[in-house]
């Protein structure tokens, strides 16, 4: 069993998701201080509802913790978590915005709903922190899920962001981030609306997550929270201001960056050869089968 760099989560509890006695479905909508929690399914009792809106609170009160934030109710309303079936078996939640009754709407969507949330810190942290560019997104979330969150949750599998990042360079398969643009195309993936993202090419789309959740952490402990938060604050009016929030620009903070991975890489090499042989036999299933090893199930 490799070496895996424990993160702290919130409890991870998940004891209460599994609730015995079903009564009848719930078709209510639980509300919480700063979330409107309903189930897509039919099928969840109105115990399990109250439940799961109470851990998804908790996970939020986390996250506004982490990030010194508010919810943002005042000026958006209250989030929508909505729980629904897993697609192709797999765990997971996305952030949308929806338009209801004229006014914009925030969504996450979990799909399923026993065991411990996968994406669900990344995304209530994208609702929190509204963001058009994908890179930017993505560092705030995947840092906020490895910090409070699930540690199986993609693109860290059980593993870290980091292992996945020097396996990349290891294979000599590094993209580099100022390829990673703010839409989705270049992640290999395509928006169809609605909360739903096709994958187009799962390479890409691990590799680009993983280097966002690196880069992002790196950030985050060289320089602080307080500087990340501004560069989400000017990244509203203008794109991508390195230069104005850290003093230089991505190229040198990438470069640091990957000169800081490397120095660390060889407390990492049990995780980075397994890892590596899990993409290189197939990036499409190299997330499940990570999950497996960690958990004790391969």
């Known amino acids: 069993m490799p070496m895996i760099r424990r993160v702290l989560v919130v409890s991870i509890f998940i004891a209460g998701l599994l609730i015995a006695g079903l009564s009848q479905p719930s078709s209510l909508i639980i509300e919480t201080q700063h979330l409107m929690v309903s189930d897509a399914t039919g099928k969840l009792s109105n115990d399990q509802l109250k439940s799961l809106a109470d ?46 009754d004229g006014k914009s709407v925030r969504i996450v ?21 509204p963001q058009k560019d994908k890179l930017i997104r993505n560092m705030m979330g995947i840092l906020t899920e490895a910090q409070i969150g699930n540690p199986l949750t993609f693109p860290m599998c059980g593993f870290g962001s980091d292992d996945w990042v020097l396996a990349l360079l290891k294979m000599k398969s590094y993209i580099p981030l100022n ?3 703010p839409d989705h195309e270049s992640w290999g993936m395509k928006d169809e609306g609605g ?99 960690v958990t004790g199930k391969r």
């Open 55 to 100: 851990q998804a609170q908790a996970t939020l009160d986390s996250i506004l913790a982490f990030w010194s934030a508010d919810s943002g109710i005042d000026r958006l309303g209250k989030i929508r978590v909505v729980f629904d079936a897993p697609r192709r078996d797999v765990y997971s939640s996305v952030f949308y915005w929806e338009k209801k």
């Open 195 to 293: 909360g739903k993202l096709s994958i187009f090419d799962k390479a890409k789309q691990h590799k680009a997550y993983a280097e966002a959740g690196s880069f992002g952490n790196y950030l985050f402990n060289t320089y602080g929270i307080d500087k990340i938060k501004k560069l989400q604050r000017l990244s509203q009016e203008k794109d991508r201001p390195w230069q104005d929030v850290f003093g230089i620009g991505l190229q040198e903070l990438e470069a640091n960056w990957l000169k800081a991975l490397r120095e660390n890489g060889k407390t990492r090499e049990e995780n980075i050869s397994i890892v590596s042989k899990l993409f290189e036999k197939n990036p499409g299933t190299a997330c499940a089968e990570a999950q497996q090893i």
């Open 109 to 129: 969507l979990v799909f399923k709903s026993e065991g411990s949330p996968q994406m669900m810190a990344h995304k209530l942290t994208s609702a929190v922190f």
């Open 179 to 181: 390829e990673l643009g």
